[in-house]
Structure formats: C-alpha cells, structure tokens
C-alpha cells in the first residue's frame, strides 16, 4: 500500500482551517466567500486536508458553564501512548484529551473544584502535571429543555442536516434551526474542526502556547499568520493557531516571541490525536434534559389540578 502523502497547506488552507474552527457548519458557498474560493474549491481543499490526516473531522466545543462547572486545562510531558490517552477520557469530568506529537498529552476537564480535579488526575493518570489553567467563561444564559435535546443529537453527528437533527429529536426544521442559531449566538457552543498533525514539507501549520501578559495583537503582529483559539487565567496562557512557510521561519518567530515583554514561555504543540469524551459529555446533557422533562411535568399536573377556590360552589340565589 503506497504511503499517504501530506498536501501542501497555504495560506488559503490556514484560513480555511482558521474558518472551520470558528463555525464548521457553515456551508461550502459561506466558507468560500470568507476565503475567496468558489464553493467546489473549498470541497477539493476539505477533501485534500481530510486525505493528508490533517483535518480529522468535527466536534462540538460546549462552554463547561452551561453545565455550572469550570473549563480547566491540565498538561503533562512526555511521554504517553494513545492507550494513556483514550484511557484519560475515563477519568473523571474529562472533556477532551490531546495526544501530542512529542508523545505529551493535555486534558479539558469541567470539575466543580478545580484543586481537587487536578488532585484527582494526578492519581488517576499516576503523574504530576507540568501545568494546569483556568478559562474564565463570560456566558451567563440558560438552556431550554430543547436547547439540550438538540445538543444530544448534535454531539454524535456535529455536521448533521438540520432535517436530520430534526428527526433525532422530533423536532420541526424550523425550531432546529431557530435553536441552534441561538446556541451558537450565545457562544454556549461552537462546532469546530477536530485536527491532526499538520507538519507538511510545503508549509507548516502549528499551535503554540504562549504564556505571560502579553497581548493577542502584540503576539500576532510577530507571529504574522496567528489565530486565537483559547486563553486561560491563573496563570494566564495564550493558545493560538499560526503557520509558517518552514521550520526555519517557525524557530525564528517563536525566537522573538521569547524577546517580547510580557512573554515568560513559548510552546509549539503538535496535536497527533485529538480525542472527545462524548459519553461523558451525553451524560451530563442528559441528566439536563431528564431534570428539564420532570419540571415540565411538574408544572403540567399543577395548571391541570383545579384550585380549592375554584373547587367551591356558589350558593345558587
């Protein structure tokens, strides 16, 4: 069997893929206005980063403050195998768990204690972190009972039809669609590109993690081609999505990104693997659709029980 070859990835694969992790239900025709590609260019380029392995499918990222809980992030160095890290998802309130080139692994985790979470990791995976952070959420809405009917379905198929999800949940079309805009408007969800391994000989696609005070635009304007994809506080991280035409430009940047004021760390991150906990996810959406079913029927049985009031007669004169 002849060995895959790795496309080339450009500057339009770069925004392309910096689109996909921005909304990837957007259609073919939206993501081609937004590149400047027509809409079969933008399949072929979808096609050929699938082929590569670089573009690995999709998944849903919820904001763990739907739920109540805390979005941490917790690393470890080298070196684990993918069996460690399917066997992370396990552990508990793990989200997500990324297999890194170098053989290191991070985990998301939604703990309500966040010392203890770390704590509990630290025994469950029999290694102590290198580092772990904190995302502060600023979303402040609540879901409805459809809003998490519509979430269970979309966790297994992040890219389905709306006349599918409409199926899954028994749902019309139009309140599909009417939620789902409302989902993604109040960023309590993003459906995002899941990606692999994105070193290429024609170009070279990366994330780095940045620490210190820095801001995004002072790191970008080193960085050239940059995207923000995460931040965290205590301490505070910068997680972002760059290319760079070769490994030569890559050392270079990250070499005067070290020199910026502010900046105390520069990390390059490879994802070799990217693995979603969705039966942990399911679980916690689906105690929130069952607590939501027993509300409604709660409130149901009080507007059908008649009242004493009602219940009395009136002499009749």
Same mark, same amino acid.
């Given at each position: 069997?002849?060995?895959?070859?790795?496309?080339?990835?450009?500057?339009?694969?770069?925004?392309?893929?910096?689109?996909?992790?921005?909304?990837?239900?957007?259609?073919?025709? =939206?993501? &081609?206005?937004?590149?400047?590609?027509?809409?079969?260019?933008?399949?072929?380029?979808?096609?050929?980063?699938?082929? $590569?392995?670089?573009?690995?499918?999709?998944?849903?990222?919820?904001?763990?403050?739907?739920?109540?809980?805390?979005?941490?992030? *917790?690393? #470890?160095?080298?070196?684990?195998?993918?069996?460690?890290?399917?066997?992370?998802?396990?552990?508990?309130?793990?989200?997500?768990?990324?297999?890194?080139?170098?053989?290191?692994?991070?985990?998301?985790?939604?703990?309500?204690?966040?010392?203890?979470?770390?704590?509990?990791?630290?025994?469950?995976?029999?290694?102590?972190?290198?580092?772990?952070?904190?995302?502060?959420? $600023?979303?402040? &809405?609540?879901?409805? &009972?459809?809003?998490?009917?519509?979430?269970?379905?979309?966790?297994?198929?992040?890219?389905?039809?709306?006349?599918?999800?409409?199926? =899954?949940?028994?749902?019309?079309?139009?309140?599909?669609?009417?939620?789902?805009?409302?989902?993604?408007?109040?960023?309590?969800?993003?459906?995002?590109?899941?990606? &692999? #391994?994105?070193?290429?000989?024609?170009?070279?696609?990366?994330?780095?993690?940045?620490? $210190?005070?820095?801001?995004?635009?002072?790191?970008?304007?080193?960085?050239?081609?940059? *995207?923000?994809?995460?931040?965290?506080?205590?301490?505070?991280?910068?997680?972002?999505?760059? @290319?760079?035409?070769?490994?030569?430009?890559?050392?270079?940047?990250?070499?005067?990104?070290?020199?910026?004021?502010?900046?105390?760390?520069?990390?390059?991150?490879?994802?070799?693997?990217?693995?979603?906990?969705?039966?942990?996810?399911?679980?916690?959406?689906?105690?929130?659709?069952?607590?939501?079913?027993?509300?409604? $029927?709660?409130?149901? @049985?009080?507007?059908?029980?008649?009242?004493?009031?009602?219940?009395?007669?009136?002499?009749?004169?």
């Amino acid at each position: 069997m002849p060995a895959r070859v790795r496309p080339t990835v450009d500057s339009k694969d770069f925004r392309l893929l910096a689109e996909l992790n921005e909304d990837a239900r957007q259609s073919l025709h =939206a993501l &081609g206005r937004r590149v400047a590609l027509s809409a079969p260019a933008v399949r072929e380029r979808l096609r050929r980063l699938e082929a $590569g392995g670089i573009l690995q499918g999709y998944w849903v990222s919820i904001d763990p403050a739907v739920f109540g809980r805390e979005d941490l992030l *917790v690393s #470890f160095a080298a070196e684990w195998t993918r069996a460690d890290a399917v066997r992370a998802l396990d552990a508990p309130d793990v989200s997500w768990a990324a297999w890194k080139v170098d053989g290191g692994l991070t985990v998301q985790a939604w703990p309500h204690d966040v010392k203890k979470e770390v704590t509990t990791l630290t025994r469950f995976l029999g290694r102590e972190p290198t580092w772990h952070g904190v995302s502060r959420s $600023g979303w402040t &809405g609540k879901l409805s &009972g459809l809003d998490w009917r519509i979430l269970d379905a979309l966790i297994d198929d992040p890219l389905a039809p709306i006349d599918a999800l409409g199926d =899954a949940t028994g749902l019309s079309p139009k309140t599909v669609r009417k939620h789902l805009a409302e989902l993604a408007s109040s960023e309590a969800i993003w459906v995002v590109a899941r990606l &692999g #391994f994105l070193n290429d000989a024609g170009g070279l696609v990366y994330h780095l993690v940045v620490a $210190g005070s820095a801001p995004f635009p002072e790191l970008r304007r080193t960085l050239g081609e940059a *995207v923000l994809i995460h931040e965290t506080g205590e301490p505070r991280r910068t997680y972002i999505f760059c @290319r760079a035409d070769s490994l030569g430009e890559l050392t270079a940047r990250t070499h005067a990104l070290r020199k910026l004021p502010g900046v105390t760390s520069v990390e390059v991150t490879l994802n070799r693997e990217f693995l979603v906990g969705t039966k942990f996810q399911h679980a916690l959406v689906r105690e929130r659709i069952e607590a939501a079913e027993r509300s409604r $029927g709660r409130r149901i @049985r009080g507007t059908t029980r008649t009242s004493p009031a009602a219940r009395t007669s009136t002499p009749a004169k």
